[in-house]
């Protein structure tokens, strides 16, 4: 589905596509859990779209347990938020969504571009990254004062980013480019048969004798910046759509938020070779489970 079929799309057959999106096999009650026993309720006095489980007698939507829970947005308005921040290679600022939305407020704008990013989260322990897969860390912040350290050293914010060439992706904010942190993120997130593919740095020293592939390294300091397929270059496009992104179109990113925008990259990274509308839903899928207080994202 496009934006132009979204734009088209009444309340009713918005909160019918979410509904077939989170429900492909009819609704569950978010309450108990139940799957067979839940109903639709009619009547003047109630609304399309409410439920009433059988079995815990509970009522309910199908924004109940999500991040569009109690908001305040029409379903259709969050549809088109979901595909705008979903088919945007570098992203979509909250001004940009107050706008083409007509929303009131850019403070609504905010908040609910971050409940996207909370949705956009995967799991990152349910699949291990694998294979080939390259390690590599940069630095995320504005331009530093004139003669202020550059790379390693610097006071903007690190992060992380492990590129499976496979096709999946994994990053986070970090708060050392040490070994500790990253090899951390390397043994938490990549399975043990996997070759790990990195730079020089030395904090990446060692960890080749924990995976069956073991590790090779490309030294940029000597500009070598690939021997055959040993190279991080994967990892630096990520890298590079990420600092578009930050620059370009958000211009600022805060230290406590920067974890989300790393997993909006990552997300539309692990998707890139579907059409924007498969990412879309794949987006809305990850609504459930998931609740961010409007506190938490300021």
């Known amino acids: 589905m496009n934006l132009i079929e979204i734009s088209r799309m009444s309340e009713n057959e918005a909160r019918e596509y979410v509904e077939s999106i989170r429900w492909p096999q009819g609704p569950v009650c978010p309450h108990c859990g139940d799957k067979k026993r839940a109903y639709p309720l009619k009547g003047k006095a109630t609304r399309s779209g409410v439920y009433k489980c059988g079995a815990c007698r509970k009522q309910f939507t199908v924004t109940v347990g999500t991040v569009l829970h109690r908001s305040h947005i029409s379903l259709r308005q969050w549809?088109?938020?979901?595909?705008?921040?979903?088919?945007?290679?570098?992203?979509?600022?909250a001004l940009q969504l107050q706008r083409e939305m007509g929303l009131k407020s850019y403070q609504a704008a905010w908040f609910l571009a971050h409940r996207i990013r909370a949705a956009m989260k995967e799991d990152p322990l349910a699949s291990l990254l694998d294979g080939t897969v390259e390690a590599d860390e940069t630095y995320i912040g504005g331009k530093g004062k004139p003669g202020s350290k550059r790379g390693r050293g610097t006071s903007k914010m690190p992060v992380v980013a492990l590129i499976s060439r496979k096709g999946r992706a994994y990053s986070k904010p970090v708060e050392r480019v040490n070994a500790k942190e990253l090899k951390g993120a390397i043994r938490k997130m990549v399975s043990?048969?996997?070759?790990?593919?990195?730079?020089?740095?030395?904090?990446?020293?060692?960890?080749?004798?924990e995976f069956a592939g073991g590790h090779e390294s490309v030294n940029h300091g000597e500009k070598e910046y690939a021997r055959g397929d040993v190279h991080v270059n994967n990892a630096e496009s990520y890298f590079a759509l990420l600092k578009r992104g930050v620059h370009g179109i958000f211009h600022h990113v805060s230290r406590e938020h920067l974890g989300r925008y790393c997993d909006?990259?990552?997300?539309?990274?692990?998707?890139?070779?579907?059409?924007?509308?498969?990412?879309?839903?794949?987006?809305?899928?990850?609504?459930?489970?998931?609740?961010?207080?409007?506190?938490?994202?300021r």
Request: with cysteine.
């Open 79 to 93: 549809i088109i938020a979901f595909h705008l921040m979903c088919s945007s290679k570098k992203g979509v600022s």
């Open 264 to 297: 909006e990259f990552s997300f539309r990274w692990n998707h890139r070779k579907v059409s924007d509308g498969e990412r879309t839903i794949a987006a809305i899928r990850g609504i459930a489970g998931k609740r961010l207080a409007y506190q938490a994202s």
């Open 192 to 209: 043990k048969d996997s070759r790990i593919i990195t730079d020089e740095w030395k904090a990446y020293q060692g960890i080749g004798r």
